[in-house]
């Protein structure tokens, strides 16, 4: 079992930051991916950004060169750094590892950004 804890969220302004970490329990050097996924009200969840295990970053068209993916496996930690925040990017963040067929999600941090 793996258990991601995310925290770094709060309530910013427009045009703000906020970098998100995501703790997990064991080495994420292990995982073939992992990434990170948000939730507005009333919405489904929807991949923001994803790093493989050589490095790889993919990232929605709504935040990219406004957000940054990163992992530092001596932390197993993963990150997602995220600067010039709207008030559509208001959700709960979520974190995410592969591991093989497995999926892991941590409980989700949230986001307020105001106008």
């Known amino acids: 079992q793996v258990q991601l804890v995310e925290s770094g969220g709060g309530s910013v302004q427009a045009g703000g930051s906020l970098r998100l970490s995501c703790e997990a329990s064991?080495?994420?050097?292990?995982?073939?991916?992992m990434g990170w996924y948000r939730q507005a009200p009333g919405k489904q969840r929807d991949l923001v950004a994803t790093?493989?295990?050589?490095?790889?970053?993919d990232y929605e068209i709504s935040v990219k060169d406004r957000f940054t993916i990163s992992r530092d496996n001596a932390k197993n930690t993963l990150s997602l750094q995220m600067k010039n925040l709207k008030p559509e990017d208001t959700a709960v963040y979520y974190c995410?590892?592969?591991?093989?067929?497995?999926?892991?999600w941590g409980q989700g941090t949230q986001v307020t950004v105001s106008s």
């Open positions: 995410k590892a592969n591991f093989g067929s497995l999926q892991y």
């Open positions: 064991r080495s994420i050097g292990s995982f073939n991916s």
């Open positions: 790093i493989t295990r050589d490095d790889s970053t």
